[in-house]
């Protein structure tokens, strides 16, 4: 059984083994629990997210003012899209979060921090093309 957490809702979804979690939808609001596009998230939906998913998530902190993040974002996305339903992807603000953004000592944006069962496993700072996105997630563990 694999708990995955509604990026729409935040509701706490059980898909068992034998489903594919690539098609899966969330029984509450019914919205697909992967879409290939990450997951906005902030205060108690992003430590849901941390805590909840069996899966990987993958935080991408950045802020609007910020050109790398700005260039990073579509390759994030592309990054979604190859690795999803194996990791969860979520994007934080940290202009709109900055409490959460100084919890998990972010001091250069773009940052990524990878979390497997609630912990900080990995953390990548600096703008990435996808594919070394995918790459430092594969060395990770992931996928």
């Not at 992807?89 to 497997?116: C, H, N, V």
């Amino acid at each position: 059984m694999t708990e995955l957490v509604c990026p729409s809702c935040a509701a706490v979804n059980r898909i068992p083994a034998d489903k594919p979690r690539a098609a899966a939808r969330c029984g509450k609001c019914h919205q697909p629990l992967f879409s290939g596009r990450p997951a906005e998230l902030a205060g108690p939906a992003l430590q849901k997210h941390i805590t909840r998913n069996s899966i990987p998530v993958v935080v991408d902190f950045w802020a609007e003012w910020c050109g790398p993040c700005k260039m990073m974002a579509p390759e994030f996305r592309k990054a979604a899209e190859a690795m999803e339903p194996h990791v969860r992807f979520a994007k934080l603000d940290t202009e709109a979060a900055p409490e959460q953004a100084s919890l998990y000592g972010i001091r250069s944006i773009p940052t990524m921090i990878l979390f497997r069962g609630g912990r900080e496993v990995a953390r990548q700072s600096g703008a990435l093309p996808a594919g070394q996105i995918v790459q430092w997630l594969r060395d990770s563990g992931c996928g």
